[in-house]
């Protein structure tokens, strides 16, 4: 019997288990996880915010042994790829045939902060949850987030939920600046403002005072925030592969992690990789770009299960696709924003945007739904697409990153067959996407004309 060892029981690995079994239920599949629970990560926050039951983040153990694979919690200490063996922290050794690395990534702590302050904190998994749990019980009353991806947009809610003096700091020129634009940004930004956010844009931390506790964060314009041993200062500012373990072990790794094919292989025969420890390309232009989402290591933990288990299967290319909430407000992006997109080396592009009202505009507050396109001039080409509403916004995020994936044309999106109805949508007359997509072939047009 082929004995296939999973290391790591997050969104890749699980997906991976899960695939094997079902496709060969004769395979003898292990997975090695070193959490005593699997989180949802993306629900962590909520439950900060009092949203969610602690117990309801909690993924259960029957995902793997509830299709007959077997489940250790351990946490490998060394790796022999030549011989084929692991060896576990609780002094047992376990061979394998094929071996799947999803390790995941670690939230980034920069090497400026002094090491150990007791509220200091990054956040990933349950025991960052729990130790930012307690402190707010302490009584704290004061939190400064650095980084305004989706995690720190999402965190600062949540310490403002909780009564606290909340500073959300900002290297770039606007919030979310990895999925949206400054344009598409701005109504983010007021809501935040609204709502007693203290914004601190085109700044960063130059030094964190303190010895056993974080008692000041000096920022880049000269300003000071001053802190107690009960307040929180949390970054939120990137992720780096988990990949220390295979530094060593003749494993392809790069800044972004351990370099895969599209069939999720190594450069080790027998040994594959998926999810956020991984190295891989964008669909859009084919070149590395970080991808360390769990919508992305989801797909790869099912390509690596088909291809151990004798599938052929292939996973194109990152095109990272993500949302977000600010009071009310829902945010999404896929692709290339316009920075990523010109720092990428498109630099004649094409801008298009629309707007609709989310329901049928004869309610008394439709709301609204705003879509902007970045294509690339020089080809008519989709590189990316932001929304946002006050309806959802996944299922249009969803749409156009299809687009991205299958290399649509223009004139194929505006001629994208949607549905209406009264509470969920702009009339039968229109779509934003559809709009837009009309915008930028008008574009294109007097660009070729002109």
Not at 164 to 187: C, F, G, N, R, V
Not at 301 to 320: M, P, T
């Amino acid at each position: 019997m082929m004995k296939v060892v999973i290391i790591g029981g997050g969104p890749a690995g699980i997906r991976a288990c899960r695939t094997i079994k079902i496709l060969r239920p004769d395979m003898d599949v292990i997975v090695i996880r070193p959490e005593a629970k699997s989180l949802i990560y993306c629900a962590m926050p909520y439950v900060l915010e009092d949203k969610i039951d602690f117990e309801k983040i909690y993924k259960k153990d029957e995902l793997i042994t509830g299709v007959g694979a077997s489940l250790i919690k351990a946490s490998v200490v060394a790796v022999d790829l030549s011989n084929k063996t692991l060896d576990l922290d609780n002094g047992s050794r376990i061979s394998y045939d094929r071996l799947l690395i999803a390790t995941g990534a670690e939230p980034i702590l920069p090497d400026f902060v002094p090491a150990g302050l007791e509220n200091v904190f990054v956040f990933k998994r349950e025991d960052h949850l729990l130790s930012i749990h307690n402190k707010l019980k302490e009584g704290a009353k004061k939190a400064i987030v650095v980084g305004a991806g989706s995690i720190g947009i999402e965190m600062a809610q949540a310490f403002k939920h909780k009564g606290l003096e909340t500073h959300l700091i900002e290297a770039s020129s606007h919030l979310l600046p990895s999925i949206l634009d400054k344009d598409m940004s701005e109504l983010v930004e007021e809501k935040m403002d609204e709502n007693g956010i203290h914004l601190h844009l085109s700044t960063m931390v130059s030094e964190v005072r303190g010895n056993r506790f974080a008692e000041a964060i000096v920022l880049s314009d000269g300003a000071r925030i001053t802190l107690s041993s009960d307040d929180i200062v949390l970054f939120s500012v990137g992720m780096r592969p988990n990949v220390d373990l295979f530094k060593d072990s003749g494993l392809g790794i790069d800044r972004d992690g351990i370099i895969v094919n599209e069939r999720m292989e190594t450069n080790i025969e027998g040994v594959y990789a998926a999810g956020d420890c991984t190295s891989f390309k964008s669909v859009i232009d084919g070149r590395p770009i970080p991808g360390k989402l769990a919508t992305n290591a989801v797909p790869m933990g099912k390509v690596a299960g088909r291809n151990i288990a004798g599938r052929q299967d292939y996973y194109e290319g990152f095109v990272n696709g993500a949302a977000t909430i600010a009071y009310g407000v829902r945010v999404g992006g896929t692709g290339f924003n316009e920075t990523v997109a010109r720092k990428r080396g498109f630099k004649n592009l094409i801008v298009a945007k629309a707007e609709t009202t989310a329901m049928f505009p004869i309610f008394p507050e439709p709301g609204f739904v705003k879509v902007k396109l970045i294509v690339n001039a020089d080809t008519g080409d989709l590189l990316g697409a932001q929304v946002v509403s006050t309806m959802c916004v996944t299922e249009k995020v969803d749409i156009l990153s299809m687009a991205l994936q299958n290399k649509l044309s223009l004139d194929r999106i505006a001629k994208l067959s949607y549905s209406a109805q009264p509470y969920q949508s702009f009339l039968p007359a229109n779509n934003a996407i559809v709009m837009a997509a009309e915008d930028a072939l008008r574009q294109l047009e007097d660009r070729r004309r002109g």
